[in-house]
């Protein structure tokens, strides 16, 4: 037996301590596949606008596309992390961390293609362009850490790890320091 944790993950993948908001955009890992790596990304619709709830809205297919200009250009994209952090540290969880979660697109790591198939996705509500908050980081360390004791992972990237010259995300500002492990 391990030691109690305080923020479990029940068998599906859904860990206690998040708000429950469940996303169609999600389906099976292939058979067998470890989790073995964390993607880091932010977002905020529309960009740079934090005090709505239009990522959650998309995120589980309930976005009003024509609520503002840039939706055209997403009209109808079917994703979703697994996680998303507010700007308050509020954490919200879309898919079980069993299944596969629609976060990373064309990808690969370590010459590993479609990295969607052996990881989580955490959203950082944020930009590029500004620093995120101190409360993010502190639901942020917590949840890798929880994260690392369930699942054999190898190592914490950003989405623009994963797919460069496509995704900049999360951005200059996302500060690797301040996360306790960054294995490569
Ligand atoms: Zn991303």
Known sequence: MSLS???????????????????????????????????IHNISLPPGVFDGDAVIELFTNQLDWDAHPYYQGIRGIQVSAHFFIRRDGTLIQFVPCSLRAWHAGVSSWQE???????????????????????????????????????????????????????KTDPGPHFAWQRIDERMA
């Open 5 to 39: 944790v305080p923020h479990a993950l029940d068998t599906l993948g859904w860990l206690s301590a998040a708000q429950r908001l469940p996303s169609p955009n999600c389906d099976a890992r292939p058979q067998g596949t470890a989790i073995e790596l964390i993607v």
């Open 112 to 166: 590993r293609e479609r990295c969607n198939d052996f990881s989580i996705g955490i959203e950082l509500e944020g930009s590029d362009d500004l620093p995120f908050t101190e409360a993010q980081y502190a639901t942020l360390n917590p949840l890798l850490q929880q994260l690392k004791q369930v699942y054999p992972i190898r190592a914490v990237v950003g989405h623009s790890d994963i797919a460069p010259g496509r």
